[in-house]
């Protein structure tokens, strides 16, 4: 992508409010005021390349295709897996609610078993009693589990949404979007569902010396 930098941005306001009104999504920065003739690439490094990510490179792309090949042996340990640890997470004291779209009583759940035959994925959400400290005692003292905003890897990921992916959101508008600051999102793996769940439990019960 290429910009000369040499657009009227002010003049053409009314057509471009994305560039000269403020940005709700980046700390209400308005991008005309504050990058002038450079406001149209300076979003583009800010919003679209950090929402999207960049163009894949050719041993990226190979990679992904062969990874594809596995995907739905993958996909049926993920979903065994994520099933077991959102029923888990249920029964847990520790553990305020928890969302899975998988779930019985999720408000999607009719929509999950006419389209996904009733797995619902490997992302999943549960709030910790606690708050932000007990979160981050509750990340910390994970193991096998890996601190990590990646979705859909092998392994299993966890983050503080509210501190990492939705950071520069307050208020209201992390509140429409059900971003709690207790709340935690986990992208399940295909590890053994008895190490996972050993990991989690002992994590959780050491979040207890910072409610």
Not at 38 to 67: D, E, H, Y
Request: proline letters at 3%; one cysteine or more; aromatic letters at 6%.
């Amino acid at each position: 992508m290429i910009d000369g930098g040499t657009f009227d941005w002010k003049a053409n306001a009314k057509r471009f409010p994305r560039l000269t009104s403020p940005d709700d999504s980046h700390h209400n920065v308005n991008f005309v005021e504050k990058y002038g003739p450079n406001a149209f690439i300076a979003r583009c490094g800010s919003v679209p390349l950090r929402n999207l990510g960049a163009i894949l490179a050719p041993q990226t792309a190979i990679s992904i295709m062969q990874g594809i090949e596995t995907l739905a042996l993958r996909m049926e340990r993920i979903c065994f897996n994520a099933d077991l640890i959102a029923r888990f997470l249920a029964q847990h004291s520790r553990v305020s609610w928890v969302r899975y779209a998988g779930a019985k009583d999720h408000r999607d759940a009719a929509l999950v078993e006419k389209y996904l035959a009733g797995r619902g994925s490997g992302v999943l959400s549960f709030a910790l009693r606690g708050g932000p400290a007990a979160c981050n005692v509750f990340q910390n003292a994970l193991t096998l589990i890996r601190r990590s905003v990646n979705l859909g890897d092998c392994k299993t990921l966890v983050c503080h949404p509210a501190s990492t992916t939705h950071r520069q959101l307050r208020g209201k508008n992390l509140e429409s979007l059900g971003v709690t600051d207790d709340l935690i999102r986990i992208s399940v793996g295909v590890e053994h569902i008895d190490d996972l769940l050993e990991d989690i439990d002992t994590a959780l019960w050491a979040s207890d010396s910072a409610a």
